[in-house]
């Protein structure tokens, strides 16, 4: 972008023979160059030069568009300065203005014909036809990007990626779709982009893309997608790439308000550089990762919690391990005032590696602090008096949500206590306290979202429910299992959880003898957590024969059913059910484009015992394109030693 300042500087410098409207022209191209390189103040001046060209050249065109654009800049740069919004919005009425939103109204008419068409499986065939809206919005683009015309050009740059994108088109073409996106800052729906890229493919799109950005040239648009990008696509990340991108990261946390300011930034920046520097951390080299730490136990007292959360995200994706005992010390030391998201990460990586320290957290989780018990870790090492105190403060809580649920209020975002006293309850049998779990979810006003953590934990954990716990879940399970969320509730101001696949998926676990016959089809029939449900039903059975059901979920177009039968087959592949078959089946789905559903085969095989079947798994997905999925593959390996070693 500076070199585009350069050249238009120089073509407007090297000649002063030029009319006013060309010269109008090369003006307003530069103060849209400008802009984005942060000369906001320049920009502005320019603009302002250039917003009375309509009046002075009245009869042309090109001169009365030009002087709606340089407005619009005025506008936009002068924030709450701006005067006369009746103006700005007059001068931008304009003929070109006019013909350039027809144009990109024919295209997009254009593209919802052929989406009805194919909704309605047309078998219709048209000779000769070329793609209208491609060209109908590419045509928008350029009137736009001609007349410097910064605001228009991206909206319509957003219309023409999308209806790129959803063409399902070769590699270079969903690339340049991703740096329309890209250059346009339009991160909103880039980040939907490369989620659906890393779940479904071609990632050689994204790789291509990223190993091309340089941070160093982003622009006022463009910086808050490139750090969007790198961080969402880290998994894809080479190791060279990622270690550069992250020592930039830690040199512009040195001062970010340099960037911000010079280029004008219209988010909040430091964060997301500690955002990116969280998601890239794990492609990076162990000399890197070393410099994260150092940089890590080097940093100031963080009271900002959004700072703060974002740190704390930077330390989860941190191996434990990995800190040697001199940086732990540092940070053993660290003085107090951090916010408490960044202390309560720190305090549970102390309480991992110093005993004294995870000691010292007993005393307070028996007086009930729920996050002393966060830090402790796992809850099968507390002490039963430290458990009962948690219990009964815990149990006493779920009382107050479910006192709170029947006048209609509602806490969101604080940890899930129904969750947190059945994990202490499974664990700790002798103290458990099970009748305010089954009270919360006999409760019909209780809210699905408060539900469903507590929910999901006893579905992992089924088989350890008391006998006699059962039948007090029984009704209430299927009362559940059969409700949809009532988004008109005021549980459900934020949204609202669909519990009925885990609540069905609990009760075919508990009452597998008595599962009504089509149970399992009204589960498939039904929505998607009622489907991921059901194929965990299927997976939990292990019967060979339900392998053609699995695999054909497993190409289903919904991301979380595929998934969820993907996990099955991993389960199945750990445990040996299905031998060859399931091998080779689940190899060719993580063939298939696409990254994350390894992740999900990792996960899987984290919680079986190691087995033929589980080093299997680990030696096909050793060398994954995915920097996450290798990952979790060396720490699922370093478990597997340190257990041999004891």
Request: hydrophobic fraction near 45%; proline fraction near 3%; glycine fraction near 6%.
């Amino acid at each position: 972008m500076r070199e585009a300042v350069r050249i238009v500087e120089k073509a407007l410098n090297d000649h002063d023979d030029y009319n006013p409207v060309d010269h109008a022209w090369l003006t307003m191209h530069l103060a849209r160059n400008l802009a984005q390189v942060g000369e906001l103040k320049r920009a502005l001046e320019l603009a302002l030069d250039v917003a009375p060209i309509g009046q002075i050249a009245a009869s042309d065109p090109t001169a009365r568009l030009l002087s709606g654009i340089a407005s619009d800049m005025v506008f936009s740069l002068s924030g709450w300065q701006a005067e006369d919004i009746a103006s700005t919005i007059r001068a931008r009425d304009t003929a070109a203005s006019w013909w350039r939103s027809q144009t990109m109204t024919s295209g997009l008419a254009k593209h919802l014909e052929t989406a009805f068409k194919s909704w309605a499986n047309d078998q219709s065939v048209t000779w000769g036809g070329s793609d209208e809206t491609w060209t109908k919005l590419r045509s928008a683009t350029l009137i736009s990007g001609h007349a410097a015309d910064t605001p228009n050009w991206r909206y319509e740059s957003s219309l023409l990626a999308q209806h790129i994108l959803m063409l399902e088109l070769e590699s270079g073409q969903v690339t340049s779709a991703l740096n329309l996106l890209r250059i346009g800052g339009l991160d909103t729906e880039l980040k939907l982009v490369v989620n659906r890229i890393l779940d479904r493919g071609p990632t050689a799109a994204l790789e291509d893309l990223i190993s091309r950005l340089d941070l160093t040239a982003s622009t006022r648009d463009s910086m808050k997608c490139d750090l969007e990008i790198l961080g969402l696509s880290a998994a894809l990340l080479t190791s060279d790439v990622a270690g550069k991108t992250v020592v930039w990261i830690m040199s512009e946390l040195e001062d970010p308000l340099e960037r911000a300011r010079s280029l004008g930034l219209r988010f909040l920046y430091a964060e997301r550089l500690v955002t990116a520097l969280a998601r890239v951390y794990l492609a990076c080299t162990p000399e890197i990762q070393a410099a994260v730490r150092e940089y890590v136990g080097s940093l100031p007292i963080i009271e900002d919690q959004s700072l703060a959360h974002n740190y704390a995200l930077l330390l989860r994706n941190i191996d434990d391990l990995d800190w040697d005992d001199d940086q732990i010390e540092v940070l053993r030391s660290r003085p107090e005032g951090d916010n408490c998201e960044l202390r309560d990460e720190l305090e549970t990586l102390l309480a991992s590696r110093d005993t004294a320290f995870r000691s010292e957290l007993v005393a307070r989780i028996k007086d009930g602090n729920v996050r002393a018990l966060s830090s402790f870790g796992d809850v099968r090492d507390l002490s039963g008096d430290a458990a009962a105190g948690m219990i009964t403060h815990t149990a006493a809580a779920v009382r107050t949500e479910i006192e709170s649920a029947r006048v209609g209020a509602y806490a969101y975002g604080a940890p899930s206590a129904l969750e947190r006293l059945v994990l202490l309850n499974i664990w700790h049998p002798t103290r458990a306290q099970w009748d305010p779990c089954i009270e919360q979810l006999s409760e019909k006003d209780s809210s699905p979202s408060q539900l469903a953590p507590g929910l999901q934990l006893l579905v992992t954990h089924a088989q350890r429910i008391p006998v006699d716990l059962k039948e007090g879940l029984r009704e209430p399970l299927q009362r559940l299992s059969t409700t949809a969320p009532d988004e008109r509730s005021p549980g459900s101001l934020f949204g609202s959880a669909d519990v009925r696949g885990d609540a069905s998926l609990l009760v075919a676990s508990l009452f597998s003898d008595e599962m009504p016959a089509g149970y399992l089809l009204d589960l498939l029939r039904g929505t998607s957590e009622q489907v991921v449900g059901a194929v965990q039903i299927v997976a939990n059975r292990q019967n060979e024969s339900a392998l053609p059901l699995l695999a054909v979920l497993a190409t289903n177009a919904d991301v979380e059913i595929r998934a969820a039968a993907v996990q099955a087959l991993a389960d199945w592949v750990s445990l040996g059910i299905g031998g060859t078959e399931s091998r080779e089946l689940l190899k060719a789905l993580l063939d298939e484009p696409g990254v994350r559903l390894a992740a999900r085969v990792t996960r899987s095989v984290g919680r079986q015992q190691r087995s033929r079947g589980t080093e299997y798994l680990m030696d096909l997905l050793e060398e994954h394109q995915s920097a996450v999925v290798r990952k979790h593959v060396s720490v699922i390996r370093r478990h597997w030693a340190a257990e041999e070693g004891h």
